[in-house]
């Protein structure tokens, strides 16, 4: 999977793709090329690929000593700003106020065969003779730095990881300004850019637009990944679609400020960026320290989204999750949160789950409220004991209960923040991240965020935590965290005189140790990431916890967006879904239970209701229901997942599908948000994974494959009511699911 070409060309390929790396001739690492596979190339190849008669006119020499040679038209590996190069780079290194000038050369690499899963970093795997990866020694004698730059392929995988180490060889003390995980050099195909963005209620919407020449970025500087935006962007050449055109996608497996960049320069030249956000962030090196990016995953298919999808997501699931999760189906949860809020105790409680369990639900998940004294979302956050007045026997007396039902058990904590008025506020003031000017403390939610880059902070909520899980032999975690960091500041960085601006990377080294305590003591909890709903979903959380709350909007019309954009980048079985009550508590739409249904089976299934205020046959509904999925839960779960419409943001209507591959079977959903007056009777949706030569079972229909890929299922025809009689299909926030089995 890699070959050295000459001494000076490295050729990385698998059963995909190819990515192709040069010395360039200042003994920098030139990039030659990335994309589907070529197949056997030779060092006469990668010459004509990369060889320029001359620099671009305009262009700035690297030195006097090598004829016609500038950066700022090659493509590289490792760009860095001011080496002639005018474009924003990776990396930029001070000592004192001086930037330095950097000049990073070739000096060696060694090829590895084995990336086994580090729990105190999350990075991407592999099983022994799944993976290969190269790292680069590069060094600068002037400056006396040493860059090692790592890639890495995976068996049958259209994806690349790359992270670069800079070490400080010199005995003055230097400081990195900007360290980016990698950047990605090539033409711009008539790219449009797509990124994941939105708001608390409305995560992770798709949104595209064409790049032209000028630098267009998304980022957060929130102390996570963000509502707002994700560490997950795209480019796609105009006109491609959900099953062609040559789309290039990359990640971050890290869950704080990021930046995602691109920049077109005056020759149509690409560069796009991803890694730590430089704003806010610095980080000092003495002799011999050491600094390492996040992984950043560079993703390649030529086969439009529905192609990126199948890489985004076998990637996370084999090579980012933990291999426990691995195809093996979830509980099915019933949540009490939309259902009491804080207004429960143990009796309340046991009863709803007593009512779950007759409906079929697997586990009893006990959300906000069941410590300190919680009766309001302003106060106890750090006090994690139960609170005596609404479990008199215990917690654990609780959870024991639960467990005899036949359920599992699971508890909300939202570990990184503090109440003002909770004890551990007022034993320990020095553990908020707070402005030193005290009448200046912001707050959020009427709560404050831990200091996690204190390692005793971070020490006492493992311990609170320790005692919880172990008397309440939990079996789930859900892990929140709602509000974000501003006024970055620590007392105890300040008391090591370390400087403040490596707070926000400090703060989530702090917080990946927390979940590595965890899951080394109890290696079997299920932990569901969750910030305020989809405030955090990225690939650092998922290290940790297989699947995430995605957002706090609970509506299924909503849920279509987020979850149709949530899934360009990240695996359906990380996305966890509750049928909740209509009309639903956020937006106050009332939707039927089939439609929040057929929504939220599409990963792992939950309810977030209360089973009391359902009618009988809403109870039986639910029952069967939760057996349909059971059915097809690992398809559900597992299967392939397919846009069959057009994946933009919001549209009218919605095509998904999951298929397995090994089975032949799947299921198809048709979602119509609003009717539309007088349509077509002749509308088809095309079913692309289907054989050609094969014929179907569709809800009991048999058809061609032919027809289904070539023409489609035909779409539920809408017939408007006539003299007020109501028609078949009619009204809005339609929902049909197709049951297709090959013959
Ligand atoms: C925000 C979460 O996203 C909700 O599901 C719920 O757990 C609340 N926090 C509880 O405070």
Redesign the pocket.
Known sequence: MIEVLNKEMFYLYNEKISYVIHILPNGHLGHAYFGKKLGTITSEDVRYLTSTESKSAGTVKFSQTIPNFSLHDQYQEVPIYGTSDFKDGTLKVAEGDDSLYLDFQYISHTIKKEKPRNLAVPASFAEDGQVESITFCLEDPFNQLRLEVTYSLFKNRGTIARGQKLTNLGEKKRKLLRFLSGALDMKNQNFEFLHLSGAWLKERHIKRHSLTQGTVSVGSLKGASSHQHNPFVALLPKGSDNQQGEVYAANLIYSGNFLAQTEVDEWNNLRMMLGIHPECFSWELEQNATFETPEMLLHYTSEGLNGLMAETSAFAEKHVIHPKWYRRNRPVVLNN?EATYFDFDHKKLLALAMEGKKIGIDCFVL??GWFGQRDN?RVSLGDWFEDPRKFPKGIAAFGKDIHELGLQFGL?FEPEMVSPTSELYTKHPEWVVRHTDSSRIAIGRGQYVLDFSNPAVVENIYEQMKKIISSTDLDYI?W?M?RNITQAYSAYLADNQVNQTEFFHRYILGVYRLYEKILSDFPDILIEG?A??GGRYDLGILFYSPQI?PS?DSDPIERLAIQSGTLLGYPLSSFSNHVSAAPNHQVRRQTSLEMRTNVAMFGPLGYELNLFELSKNELEQIKTDILFYKKYQSLLTFGRFYQLTEVIDQPNEYGWAVFDEESREGLVCFFRILTEANSSNREFIKVPFVRENKRYSLNGENISGNILKKIGIRKPYQFNSVNGEIAQVAGDYQSFVYELQEL
């Open positions: 949160w959300d906000d979302d909300w859900k929140d709602n969750c305020g709903g709350w706090d």
